[in-house]
């Protein structure tokens, strides 16, 4: 069997597979899919179909996990898991090559009798990938802590929505019967002092180090990624163990929020530090931003005439998993200067209505405000399925200078604010 057993002071040690990587560590298993590089709106049935599903084979999933392999690992261990590698062109701004799903080596099958039998983790990647074929999935748990299943986009922005409506319809409560289930990875900061194996070759990963960079303008930290062994393995292998390392150390949420481009050296960085430094740095880099903050700017519009421009900063698409819809809100004003900008009263009623857009709570986002040429447009992102549609046109028939438009695009990885990002 391709691991290798961990020392004997490791507490509920357990073998996980990344296609042909390998490290030793808690009881999990997980799944793989093929993503699509156009990501679809969720079938809602498909979710309460995988809970009623769950409900029926927990007890035989709980069994199989307990009853562990039969295997030297399982002797010190009592489990087995399985993971896939997650793909660079999904984790933060990568200054890496594109590395597809299909270029990666599928996990190679469990131990005889180890963990999930073949036909339950059959079923449940079916089951997962009928909700959508982008998604993976992690089961697990330890003696220190509740039995837990993940499933993930696996840091693809336009699948975080589905992630979120899926934990949401879970059981929870008595129901539940102890489990946990996330939408996102979580931290598993105890990862960080294993061993990865990728193919032929081990890492250490205590060697790693991360060389860190802040940047305040853009609220990021980039990362220049070294271990001593990247001089004698593939890109491939580098960027692997890289991500591998930022999602343990941060959970996939916080990759996404905080980490900008990453890249690989072959010789240490100056003043690199160990990965469990990563979420202190980030913790510096956050704080600032405790509010929501705005950034402003000028322009002109196509027509030549000044424009401004406000921008919500930083906002992260992860802190509105809900929010697919992108909404563009049209509103003229009558009472403008020689540059076709507002001026009193509409000034006033332009931000009395912009306050009203700000007291939706979590079921909508403004994200960006543009002005000129006698329109401002409120750009959000709103929760298709919370009803806030209808207040929106509601608010926008309200409008007493003109006819306000209310326009609405699916846009599930928020691409439409690209161009407003510093």
Known sequence: MPGKQTPATSSAPVMRRFGRLTTTRKRRQVGIFRRPRDASAVTPPAISEFWEWWAQARPTIEAS???GPDTPVADSSGSAAHLDAPEADHVADLDLPDLDAADLDAPEPGPPGGGLSAETMEELSRRVHKIHPGLLWEIGGAEDRAPFLTVTGGGNPELRGITERWVRAAP???AAAGWVFHPARQPDPEMLNQDLILGDHEFDLEYVRLGMRADADRARVHLTAYHPDFLFVAEEQRIQVALNVLHWALGEDDVARWVGE???ATEAPIDALPPSMLPSVIEQIAEPFAEPAWLTGEGRT???????LGAR??????DYPLCDLHVAISVPYANSNPD???VEPSSSALRAFEKKLTRLGDRAVLAVRETG???RVFHLYVDPDSGVISELDQLAAGWPEGK???ASTSDPGWKALAPYQP
């Open 65 to 67: 996990l307990a009853a």
């Open 172 to 174: 929870s409560g008595a």
């Open 313 to 318: 900063f930083p906002l992260h698409r992860q």
């Open 302 to 308: 196509p027509r030549g005439h000044p424009a401004r």
């Open 373 to 375: 040429d006698g329109l």
């Open 340 to 342: 076709r900008l507002p």
């Open 404 to 406: 306000a438009r209310v």
């Open 262 to 264: 990453v890249s690989i």
